[in-house]
Structure formats: structure tokens, C-alpha cells
């Protein structure tokens, strides 16, 4: 079980910093993702970290403004977001996987939160 924190209400330009705890199987979580639902879209990855060997991938949508980290001592896995806009706004999941085929493939993460919820205006 996968228990994000962090979301809130942000300005626009604001900047936010997501938590996700990170389940009981290290077995299941050499992938931990990011990704989010925006009113009326459909869930959207935005980004994906490997957990050996520190590789991360990025939607286009968000590369150079978000940022995925994370921290073993603590297991917990971060998305760190910068300049945040309206348009960022909704749900934000942390999803894990024992590997993935693609980056943003939903059908290879099978642990995933209940979500944190973004609102910026």
C-alpha cells in the first residue's frame, strides 16, 4: 500500500512537494512512478524514477519543471514541483512496479495510492 502526502492548494508559479511511502515489498518497487488525473483528462504519467539505477524519464509535459528523488534511508519517493500552473491541477498517484515495459504503462504498476490532490490557481 502506497500513501502519497503533500498535496494542497499553490499559487501559480508555487511550488509543491509530494511524499509518497512507499509499500512492505522492496521486491515490488524497482520502478516508482508519478502520475496524475486532471478534471475530465485521463490519468497521465509524469514521471518514473528506477530505483537501481537511478534513471528517471519524464513526460514532456513536466521535464525540467518536476523533479523525482528518492530517499532510501527514509523509503520514501518524492516529486518535487516547480512552477506549478492551473493546468497542473488534480489528483497526483504514486504507483510502483517490479519492472516496467514503458515508462508510463499503468497495466505494469500494480501498487498504487490513493492519490493526493493539486489545486493550483
Known amino acids: 500500500q502506497l500513501v502519497e502526502s503533500g498535496g494542497g492548494p499553490v499559487q501559480a508559479g508555487g511550488s509543491l512537494t509530494l511524499s509518497c511511502a512507499a509499500g512492505?515489498?522492496?521486491?515490488?518497487?524497482?520502478?516508482m512512478g508519478w502520475f496524475r488525473q486532471r478534471p475530465g483528462k485521463d490519468r497521465e504519467g509524469l514521471a518514473v524514477?528506477?530505483?537501481?539505477?537511478?534513471?528517471?524519464t519524464y513526460a514532456d509535459s513536466v521535464k525540467g519543471r518536476f523533479i523525482i528523488t528518492r530517499d532510501k534511508a527514509k523509503d520514501l519517493v518524492y516529486l518535487q514541483m516547480n512552477g506549478l500552473q492551473p493546468e497542473d491541477t488534480g489528483m497526483y498517484y504514486c504507483?510502483?512496479?517490479?519492472?516496467?515495459?514503458?515508462?508510463?504503462?499503468?497495466?505494469?504498476?500494480?501498487?498504487w495510492g490513493q492519490g493526493t490532490q493539486v489545486t493550483v490557481s
Open positions: 504507483a510502483a512496479a517490479p519492472y516496467v515495459t514503458e515508462a508510463f504503462r499503468e497495466a505494469d504498476f500494480g501498487d
Open positions: 512492505r515489498y522492496p521486491y515490488k518497487r524497482n520502478c
Open positions: 524514477l528506477w530505483i537501481g539505477g537511478a534513471t528517471t
